[in-house]
């Protein structure tokens, strides 16, 4: 599931280690924003050490790296494409073709690794990104999702943020999910930043929900249960989830089958059977 994506600054240690208690649906560790230049490696070492302990995180673990401009992605994935991760966040994409070049210099490492395979999320965040979406959604079969990533958004635009009134990014906000939902792919909503405003996140969550958001990307535990009460799975996500299950129980749980299938024209494996089971067990919860 996409409900929630949480952030977890990659440079504390802390916040890493309290990662393995949160129920969002993806764990995200970060190695941009919240990450200063002269701690980058420092976070890139502290994320490849929680990798290293996978087995006691109960979500699926991406990565967000830098920027495809920031030239600072090579040394991320170099760091981080571990065997335990999950996907990778790639913020600030433009174009399809900044993904396709992401997805060949991960390969080289799934296969050196044994990762298995490895997700991508590509964050829009540009107008050129926004005009892009659809391209950079089915720009490889490895992109599980999109964000939409506001303020740098606004940033580009030159636009002041408003979090009552937003007209300024009205447009860019609905054309996201209804590109990412023509190429196959779900759509993740910008962050609620006033961590300790429930109500406002609820109404903005609902506003999300209503222009086809699957989730909201988020950067506080306490939002997640407010989150996922507002994105309780549709029927149809149930029905997906049962496919999955059946279609890689035998794999995942007994060790017998293969892990990666093909279900309905899109390739599924052992991180598709965790949302799977997360999307089941929400609804017998």
Not at 180 to 209: F, N, S
Request: proline share 5%; glycine share 8%; with cysteine.
């Amino acid at each position: 599931m996409f409900r929630t994506l949480i952030f977890v600054p990659g440079a504390s240690a802390r916040f890493v280690e309290k990662a393995k208690t949160l129920a969002a649906d993806i764990i995200c560790f970060d190695l941009e924003d919240s990450v200063p230049a002269n701690e980058k490696d420092a976070a890139r070492r502290t994320i490849a050490g929680a990798l290293a302990k996978r087995q006691e995180y109960q979500r699926p673990l991406y990565v967000r790296t830098n920027s495809p401009e920031s030239g600072l992605v090579p040394a991320d994935i170099k760091a981080v494409v571990r065997k335990g991760i999950d996907g990778l966040v790639i913020p600030k994409v433009n174009d399809a073709g900044e993904v396709k070049k992401i997805a060949r210099a991960i390969s080289a490492l799934e296969k050196k690794y044994k990762t298995g395979r490895i997700a991508l999320i590509p964050s829009i965040e540009t107008a050129k990104g926004v005009v892009n979406t659809y391209a950079i959604s089915s720009a490889d079969e490895r992109v599980a999702a999109v964000i939409f990533g506001v303020f740098d958004f606004l940033h580009d635009m030159r636009m002041d943020y408003d979090e009552r009134d937003g007209a300024g990014y009205a447009h860019a906000r609905a054309r996201i999910p209804v590109e990412a939902r023509a190429a196959g792919v779900p759509a993740i909503d910008a962050i609620w930043q006033k961590v300790d405003d429930i109500p406002g996140l609820v109404q903005d969550a609902t506003a999300a929900k209503k222009l086809g958001y699957a989730g909201k990307s988020i950067i506080h535990p306490g939002q997640i249960e407010p989150v996922h009460g507002v994105f309780l799975p549709s029927q149809s996500e149930i029905e997906w989830a049962k496919k999955v299950v059946a279609a890689l129980g035998g794999a995942v749980e007994k060790g017998t089958g293969r892990l990666a299938v093909r279900l309905e024209g899109r390739m599924i494996d052992a991180v598709h059977y965790k949302q799977a089971k997360a999307i089941l067990d929400s609804v017998q919860g």
